[in-house]
């Protein structure tokens, strides 16, 4: 899903979130994080925490959703054609990266 520079990125990254997560725990009833997809690795280990929850915030807005799988069905006629010949088409609003 990265190239090689977010990989890198994100592994650097992984360390010293987790060992600033296991300082918090330590001093903490319970930590909570709530992060977005792309931060899933970045996080992974507060899993071997006993006191930490983590929560994915999927930040991708329900029209994004709902017309990417529109355009999987085949673009299915809807009630108003007239709405759908406006619509914006995927290009230029997310990189390669991120459709694939």
């Known amino acids: 899903m990265f190239d090689s520079i977010g990989k890198v990125r994100f592994k650097a990254l992984r360390g010293p979130v987790a060992e600033i997560l296991q300082e918090i ?6 930590i909570i994080l709530v992060h977005d997809p792309l931060m899933a690795y970045v996080i992974q280990d507060a899993q071997n925490i006993p006191n930490a929850e983590t929560y994915i915030f999927n930040c991708i807005p329900a029209f994004t959703v709902s ?3 529109w355009e ?12 759908t010949k406006n619509l914006p088409s995927w290009e230029g609003c997310l990189t390669q990266v991120h459709t694939s």
């Open 25 to 30: 725990a330590s001093d903490s009833r319970k």
């Open 72 to 83: 999987e069905k085949g673009k299915p006629s809807m009630i108003d054609d007239e709405i």
């Open 67 to 69: 017309l990417s799988r």
